[in-house]
């Protein structure tokens, strides 16, 4: 009895530990009022990033966390490919075909692949043009002051995506290039933890994406970044999107 009594005190101890940590890293989530300076603020960043021309970028390609993207701007196609997985999705109505190695996916199989591959697309799409979205329907801006005394853009989202009621706060160099994010997001339990922006990729059509966010000792890198107005662009030779 001696023995589970141990664990149960290892066990304790670590949950103890963690809750501690938590207490320390959490920071709450600052408020701000929505004005004309935050939103002059959110487009000098998003003149930085050179949106005109992402929005005119036709083809995206990416691999993030081990999943591999191809997406269509124009026509809301993505291809997501997970595993063994290869998934042609609808981002307007989240409908979509999903096969592996055996064939197309059936019924409630492939139902479920579908939701896996929207939500790891926005998930992970987020990693990569999140500055692009900070005047996307149902957000608010404000400027916000950070308890390190640093100011920052928050962008609260009210709707859209997976997680809607998450809120990110921008921080911005001189020339109103991102630097960093603090977040405060519904599937983490700590509030303002800061990931880095950096290592930016300038696509064949002008537009700039980050491929390294770090946090402490962690970094998460964004690979095989391509954007053009053609799949041969990004090199792509056949149409993926149809099987």
Request: a positive charge; proline letters at 2%.
């Amino acid at each position: 009895m001696k023995w589970i009594k141990w664990i149960l005190g290892i066990i304790l101890f670590l949950v103890a530990a963690a809750f501690l940590i938590g207490f320390i890293l959490h920071e709450k989530e600052p408020i701000g009022m929505s004005t004309r300076a935050a939103d002059e603020m959110g487009q000098k960043m998003l003149e930085a990033l050179n949106k005109t021309a992402w929005d005119s970028t036709h083809y995206v390609t990416w691999k993030f966390v081990g999943n591999y993207y191809v997406w269509d701007k124009f026509d809301d196609r993505v291809y997501v490919k997970t595993n063994d997985i290869e998934t042609v999705l609808n981002t307007k109505d989240i409908s979509g075909v999903s096969r592996n190695r055996d064939g197309l996916l059936a019924n409630t199989t492939n139902e479920k692949a579908v939701k896996k591959a929207w939500s790891n697309f926005c998930n992970d799409g987020f990693w990569l043009y999140a500055p692009y979205k900070i005047f996307d329907p149902g957000t608010s801006r404000s400027i916000v002051e950070l308890k390190d005394g640093r100011k920052g853009l928050k962008v609260k989202y009210s709707s859209g995506g997976v997680t809607p009621g998450d809120a990110y706060v921008w921080i911005l160099d001189e020339s109103s290039m991102p630097i960093s994010f603090k977040i405060w997001v519904k599937i983490l339990p700590i509030g303002g933890l800061e990931f880095s922006w950096e290592k930016w990729v300038e696509l064949s059509t002008g537009a700039k994406l980050a491929s390294i966010h770090k946090i402490r000792k962690r970094t998460l890198e964004i690979t095989e970044i391509k954007g053009g107005m053609t799949l041969q662009e990004i090199g792509i030779s056949q149409d993926i999107f149809t099987w």
